[in-house]
């Protein structure tokens, strides 16, 4: 055999060898020592972590000539078979390309045959994980008994499409992505084989770029390695990787924190004549905001094993930067790159498009918005709401009844508001105490201090609110609740009027405890304060409405017992601000 | 790193390919070390020489007549097969229709077990491997890990993201990039005896590639074409809608496919031109040379927010495009976009 790739060159032949995977390791070597080994093994993990190279170790760790021993011994027939690929009694299946029924009834057949040499047979399926539902169906069977000559090892890097079944007849073990120490541990060994050398950096950078898998690193490693020869640098790791080199996102952070888009376009220009991938480029920039983001949070964290590229800068630049950055500017700037990437994804000028959006993040990124300040619009709206609905209240009520009653009234909605609470300041909790007196005194005087509106159009407006967040939660009560009319609201009581062919079916649905909470609880919200629904025929309700007119005439005969000086909101404004009335007019 | 046309003729596997240093040193490397990976992938843009390096590759791989050369000697009994597309052992597989399918790579695996015809080397080469169907590309991954002594798979794609991972990690990686603006500046300059300014303007207007470059220069029409471009959207600015309509109708009308696709990237070199001269007034980076002074003019007109929206209505224009959008209601959109007032 000519040429070999590293990794196929430098696949794990004994159970010590293998990298990064101790607690399988130990297992499965338990296992064979103890004799007691399953029936039926499943492999899952990234790719590039060893599933297949542990799978075909085991194959000869039990088929040794010596074995069943977790020390395979390497030399006999069996297990130079089993490395070449050419035993009899070990079967690879490549699951993705025979994924049908037909090949697993065609492994059911001959699977019932002794092994001709070894002591036992190992299927190993590879990818298993492409396999159709029917071949998974009809594997099932055989895989919880299989003769005792016969063994299965199914390994797949997406366990989560693999049928239940499958999974809980096989013994599962997890593969892990390996550290990026490991990885660069095991890419030295292979160099010292290979008599090579590298930078120790290099070899960090590549486990790095290699996320956690053996085969990636060792490709990169290769590739590196035929690229520049016996030395391996930094250089030419950066060079063969395509990542962006320091320098250059130094310079970017910089031009970036001076605003400066001429550098930025000079920048561009010299990521392209150096044949750089810009979402590469734009890969790293973000890595290098994440890593400021995280060293302005604790400066102790970016110097931990996490950190990805600003190990590449001494810890005091590094610092240097951070300090000259907000938290909230690194995010929006990650946000920025990120928009890009996805723009350079369907882009065809990719050099325009990165040119424009790097002059939009710089010149945007002092007008900001930081996104953490702006609450919700929908909660905002609802205290908006809330809040036109008092001023409604305080301005009707100062030409009719007592102001004062009326303030009292809507600032113990207020307190009776989450929302607004987290706003108040010490001095506004103050009146609300003082008021939750006098309204507790008021109520005691006057029966009847809640809420009244009886203007038609406010009513109108009122109930299109309550309709809407009826609609919101059930529409078939919302289609009810349609036909009905608001008559007035007295003393937290809403009456809702229904004409008389509504009466019946909709008034009855209306009425309905558990449809009248839902409206009770929308009107709740919207006035602030704990209202009650009352669903009526119409012309009962034009009966009673003179008595509101009645008693908003009472209300009207009495507006001295209303002084703006009485009030406390205004009081307070008084004390606060050391001042006097000079003139009052609502 | 080389710069184009400063590299090492040792390393050169295939002459007219300019300023892929890298990919082309990366592959010469293999060949004069004999380190010939099982499979490799060659990504990067479109039109920059993917399939033609793996083609050469192919080649000195098979050449017998080379001696210590990396690149084919182009005369003996291989080479000239390969030139005629006859090789019995270099297959390049092409998409059927959109994808790549799994009967493709079944028809691949059956074939390279069989031993070769002639030569040294089997090399499979499959373009648009990032067209490959998930079956597909799952049902190479065996072969690819482990295939048959002397047969190299090179995959070629211009997104490497929408590659399976498991088929990336068993290949090795050979990036080509973009040909550099100024690369092509130069080449244009120096080897071929274009004007300064037509130098400047096509060099940025070819999206990379040296041939759209140099066929723009020979073509004078091609070039009246991106002034009449320009000057119809510089009329744009302000005028009633149905004006702004009959415009958009005539370029519906009169470009089509490609010429669209160029007279889109016209424009948006033309706003960007005007985003520069707004901005850093870095007047060597302006693309649209000659028309210097209606940019900087221009460009006072419009704030850098409307400059950038301006460019956004263009990008998204082509993506439109690309999905098969109605050629005629994107321009009527895109023109309406452009010629509201800032």
């Given amino acids: 055999m000519s040429y070999l790739s590293f990794y196929r060159k430098y696949r794990p032949q004994r159970f010590e060898e293998v990298v990064g995977q101790e607690h399988i390791v130990k297992t499965i070597t338990n296992a064979i020592e103890l004799d007691r080994v399953s029936h039926a093994y499943l492999f899952c993990g990234p790719r590039g972590t060893g599933k297949t190279t542990m799978a075909k170790l085991l194959a000869k760790a039990i088929n040794c000539v010596d074995g069943p021993t977790s020390r395979p011994c390497g030399v006999c027939d069996s297990c130079r078979g089993i490395v070449a690929g050419t035993s009899v009694d070990v079967v690879e299946i490549d699951a993705a390309s025979n994924r049908g029924i037909n090949e697993i009834r065609e492994l059911q057949e001959k699977i019932r045959f002794a092994p001709s040499v070894s002591r036992v047979k190992v299927y190993i399926i590879d990818e298993v994980h492409m396999l159709t539902q029917g071949a998974f169906n009809a594997l099932l069977k055989t895989l919880e008994e299989p003769p005792a000559h016969a063994m299965f090892v199914l390994a797949t890097t997406e366990p989560h499409k693999i049928p239940e079944t499958i999974l809980s007849r096989c013994q599962r073990f997890d593969f892990h992505r390996l550290s990026t120490a490991d990885i660069s541990g095991h890419l030295k060994s292979i160099l010292q084989r290979e008599g090579a050398s590298a930078d120790e950096d290099a070899l960090r950078i590549i486990a790095l770029h290699a996320d956690g898998s053996v085969r990636d690193s060792i490709s990169i490693l290769e590739q590196c390695y035929s690229y520049s020869g016996d030395h391996i640098s930094v250089a030419d790791v950066i060079l063969v990787l395509g990542i962006t080199p320091t320098e250059r996102l130094r310079e970017f952070v910089d031009a970036v924190n001076r605003r400066d888009i001429g550098s930025l376009l000079q920048l561009v220009a010299s990521l392209s004549s150096e044949g750089r991938d810009f979402r590469q480029f734009l890969q790293d920039a973000v890595s290098v905001y994440r890593d400021l983001a995280v060293l302005r949070l604790d400066s102790n964290l970016a110097t931990g094993p996490g950190s990805s590229m600003l190990s590449r800068l001494s810890p005091e630049e590094a610092q240097a930067l951070a300090s000259r950055l907000g938290l909230d500017e690194c995010l929006y700037v990650i946000e920025k790159l990120a928009r890009i990437d996805t723009e350079l994804k369907t882009s065809t000028q990719p050099s325009i498009t990165l040119e424009v959006g790097l002059i939009e993040l710089v010149e945007s990124v002092d007008s900001r918005v930081d996104v953490s300040q702006v609450p919700d619009l929908q909660s905002l709206s609802r205290r908006l709401a809330v809040l036109e609905r008092q001023v409604a209240q305080l301005i009707r009520r100062a030409g009719s009844s007592g102001l004062a009653d009326s303030v009292a009234a809507s600032s113990a909605d207020d307190s009776s508001q989450g929302e607004t609470r987290d706003d108040q300041s010490p001095c506004r909790a103050e009146t609300d105490d003082k008021m939750g007196e006098r309204d507790s005194v008021d109520s005691q005087g006057e029966a009847g201090s809640g809420l009244t509106i009886t203007d038609q159009n406010e009513l109108d407006r009122l109930f299109h609110e309550i309709l809407d967040g009826v609609r919101a939660r059930s529409v078939p009560l919302f289609a009810v609740l349609r036909e009905g009319r608001p008559a007035f609201l007295r003393n937290d009581v809403l009456v809702i009027g229904f004409p008389q062919q509504y009466c019946s079916f909709h008034m009855g649905r209306v009425r309905e405890d558990k449809n009248r909470q839902v409206i009770e609880d929308v009107a709740s919200l919207l006035l602030g304060r704990s209202v009650t629904i009352r669903a009526l025929p119409a012309d009962d309700v034009a009966q009673m409405a003179p008595g509101i007119s009645g008693k908003q005439g009472q209300q009207a005969d009495k507006p001295s017992a209303c002084k703006p000086e009485d009030d406390p909101l205004v009081k307070s404004v008084i004390e606060a601000l050391d001042g006097r009335i000079v003139d009052s007019d609502l | ?342």
């Fill in chain 2, 1 to 342: 790193m080389q710069r184009g046309g400063l590299v090492d003729p040792a390393e050169i596997l295939h002459e007219g390919i300019v300023g892929q240093a890298f990919a082309q040193r990366m592959l010469a490397n293999m060949i004069r070390r004999e380190m010939i990976p099982h499979a490799a992938l060659l990504w990067g843009p479109a039109g920059v020489g993917k399939l033609s390096l793996a083609k050469s590759f192919a080649a000195a791989l098979n050449c017998t007549g080379r001696g210590d050369s990396v690149s084919a000697c182009g005369s003996c009994s291989s080479c000239r097969l390969l030139a005629s597309g006859n090789h019995p052992d270099v297959r390049v597989v092409e998409p059927d229709r959109r994808n790549i399918g799994i009967d493709q790579i079944r028809d691949t695996i059956e074939a390279v077990s069989y031993r070769s015809y002639s030569s040294k080397w089997k090399v499979w080469i499959f373009r648009h491997a990032d067209l490959m169907t998930e079956q597909a590309a799952n049902s190479l991954l065996k072969i690819l890990e482990d295939p048959p002594s002397n047969t190299v798979f090179i995959l070629t794609a211009q997104n490497l993201y929408s590659i399976l991972p498991t088929v990336v990690s068993r290949c090795r990686l050979v990036r080509l990039s973009l040909v550099p603006q100024e690369t092509i500046e130069h080449l244009l300059l120096t080897r071929h005896g274009v004007s300064k300014e037509q130098a400047r303007i096509q060099s940025y207007l070819c999206g990379g590639s040296v041939g759209a470059a140099l066929e723009a220069c020979s073509d004078q029409s091609l070039d009246e074409g991106r002034l009449a471009a320009i000057q119809s959207i510089r009329d744009l600015a302000g005028k009633p809608t149905w004006e702004v309509l009959a415009a958009a109708a005539h370029v519906n009308e009169t470009t089509k496919g490609l010429a669209l696709d160029r007279f889109l990237h016209i424009l948006s070199y033309w706003y960007r031109d005007l985003l520069i001269c707004r901005t850093v007034q870095d007047m060597d980076r302006v693309a649209n040379i000659d028309m210097l002074d209606e940019a900087r003019a221009d460009s006072q007109r419009y704030s850098v927010a409307g400059l950038i929206r301006r460019l956004r209505y263009i990008f998204e224009a082509q993506r439109q495009l690309a999905a098969n959008a109605s050629a005629g209601l994107v321009l009527d959109r895109l023109y309406l976009a452009l010629s509201a007032l800032d």
